[in-house]
């Protein structure tokens, strides 16, 4: 027995190493967990309040978008493709302009950090609601120029931005836990001017074909 004591002395030292070890090993594993739940929180904020911050842009640039196309579609539907000079002139384009966004150009860093399907349709978003207000003024008739630009150029991406938009919004809300906002809006106008464009290009490519 005096023996074993003094063989089980010896390997104190050994002992005591090892379980020192173990206890740094399993205090760095929590440790580890601990800062990776951290860094999960403090990620999942920061994806939080990058969505709701380009959420509220968004439906501001939205109804903006909306009013556009309603009123270009309105030109159209009152003087067709026969429209006069004064139809799209800066007057008017003054008066549908949408405002320069403000909140995506300084997140466009985080827009990665989003869930693919909500970077997605807010990127488009962004870029069809610049493509309409690129085209608007092509749509002043100009008596140097022997061709006109068609409406759709404006109120296709227009349209787009306000309807595609609508399901990234309502990830965001299901995302971030807010209450679902009222996302419809009369965009009836531009949609028959969209329509009645197509048909007047689908009978000249007839006529021609006909020809």
């Keep these: 027995m005096t023996e074993f004591y003094a063989e ?5 030292t050994a002992i005591g190493a090892t379980l020192g070890f173990v206890a740094l090993v399993v205090g760095a594993l929590v440790n580890f967990h601990l800062n990776r739940r951290r860094d999960q929180r403090l990620r999942n904020e920061e994806i939080a309040s990058t969505a709701l911050a380009l959420y509220g842009e968004i439906l501001l640039l939205r109804e903006s978008t909306a009013r556009l196309a309603q009123f270009v579609g309105a030109r159209y539907l009152r003087s067709g493709f026969q429209g006069g000079e004064d139809d799209f002139d800066r007057y008017f384009r003054e008066m ?4 320069a966004p403000r909140l995506f150009p300084a997140l466009a860093p985080k827009i990665g950090l989003l869930p693919p399907s909500i970077a997605l349709e807010v990127s488009k978003f962004y870029f069809r609601i610049e ?7 092509r749509l002043e008739e100009n008596p140097d120029r022997k061709y006109s630009y068609s409406v759709a150029h404006v109120l296709q991406p227009a349209v787009d931005a306000v309807d595609l938009v609508e399901s990234a919004l309502r ?3 299901e995302l971030t836990g807010i209450e679902p906002a ?5 965009i009836g106008k531009a949609k028959s ?13 007839a006529s021609s074909g006909a020809s």
């Design 193 to 205: 001017a969209l329509s009645m464009e197509d048909d007047f290009h689908a009978e000249q490519a």
């Design 131 to 137: 493509e309409a207000q690129t085209w608007l003024p």
């Design 171 to 173: 990830e965001i809300e």
């Design 96 to 99: 549908v302009e949408i405002p």
């Design 182 to 186: 009222k996302l419809s809006l009369d």
């Design 8 to 12: 089980l002395k010896g390997w104190q």
